[in-house]
C-alpha cells in the first residue's frame, strides 16, 4: 500500500537508534502511523517537531503492520512559539487531545480544516477564544453537540458565568460562549470556557473510555488564573 498526503505531527517516539515512530494526522487517511528512519538525524530532526505540518510518503506491504514513512517539512509551525508558552502549550494540547481521542485511519476532514483554520488564528490575539471554539466543534464532531444556542438570551452580561445543564450534567459556562460575543473577555471567563469544554471532553470520551487526559491541556487552563 503506498500514497501520499500533508499532515500534522501529532506525536513521535524514539524507534531503535535512528528511527522514530510517528503519528500524523492526515487530510484524506486520518491520524496514521508509521517509521521514519534516520528520524534522530540532525536534518530530519530538526524539523520533526510537534505540531508541525509534514508531507509524508507512506508505504507498507501489509495494511495489519506498521508502515514506512520518507518525510518532507510543509510548514514549521511550533517554532514560531517557542518563546511563547501559552501558545506552545496549546499546540501541544491540540496534538495531544488528538492523537488519544482519533481513531486509527479514519478521515476525519471537518477536524482537519478547523485544525489548519486554528493554527492561521494563532496570530491573533484573541486566539485563545479560537481554541476553545475548536475545542466546541471537536466535540461535536466526535459526536455530541453541546449546542449552546438554546441557552441564548438578550439580556446576558458581558462576563456572565451562567450554571446550566447538559445531558444531565450540570457546568459553569460564560455568557461569551452562548451569545458569542468576544469583546472584553476576562481572564476568569476564558477559564471558565476551558474548564467547560475540559469537562465535557472527560464526560463524553475520556472517562467513559479510562483515558488519560493531558497534562499539557491542564497546564494550558492554568494559566489563565
Do not use: C, H
Not at 500514497?3 to 496514521?32: C, H, M, P, Y
Not at 511550533?78 to 511563547?84: E, I
Amino acid at each position: 500500500m503506498n500514497w501520499q498526503d500533508e499532515g500534522f505531527l501529532l506525536s513521535k517516539r524514539k524507534f531503535r537508534e535512528n528511527a522514530n515512530i510517528i503519528n500524523v494526522f492526515t487530510n484524506t487517511f486520518g491520524k496514521v502511523s508509521g517509521i521514519v528512519y534516520g528520524g534522530n538525524s540532525r536534518k530530519i530532526r530538526n524539523y520533526l517537531q510537534i505540531s508541525n505540518k509534514i508531507f509524508i510518503f507512506y508505504n507498507s506491504k501489509n495494511e495489519n503492520k506498521l508502515g514506512y514513512f520518507k518525510t518532507e517539512l510543509v510548514e514549521a509551525i511550533s517554532p514560531r512559539y517557542f518563546n511563547d508558552k501559552k501558545r506552545t502549550t496549546a499546540l501541544l494540547s491540540i496534538t495531544a487531545i488528538l492523537n488519544i481521542l482519533l481513531p486509527e485511519s479514519q478521515p476525519y476532514k471537518n477536524i482537519y480544516s478547523s485544525l489548519g483554520n486554528l493554527i492561521n488564528n494563532f496570530y491573533n490575539n484573541k486566539w485563545i477564544i479560537s481554541y476553545i471554539n475548536w475545542e466546541l466543534n471537536l466535540i461535536k464532531e466526535l459526536g455530541f453537540d453541546t449546542d449552546l444556542t438554546k441557552f441564548k438570551k438578550n439580556d446576558l452580561k458581558n462576563d456572565q458565568i451562567l450554571n446550566l445543564e447538559i445531558d444531565g450534567i450540570k457546568y459553569q459556562i460564560p455568557s461569551f460562549l452562548i451569545n458569542d460575543d468576544n469583546e472584553s473577555i476576562s481572564n476568569n471567563s476564558i477559564k471558565k470556557a476551558l474548564n467547560f469544554t475540559r469537562s465535557m471532553m472527560l464526560n463524553k470520551f475520556f472517562l467513559p473510555n479510562n483515558l488519560v487526559f493531558p497534562k499539557s491541556r491542564v497546564l494550558l487552563e492554568n494559566y489563565f488564573n
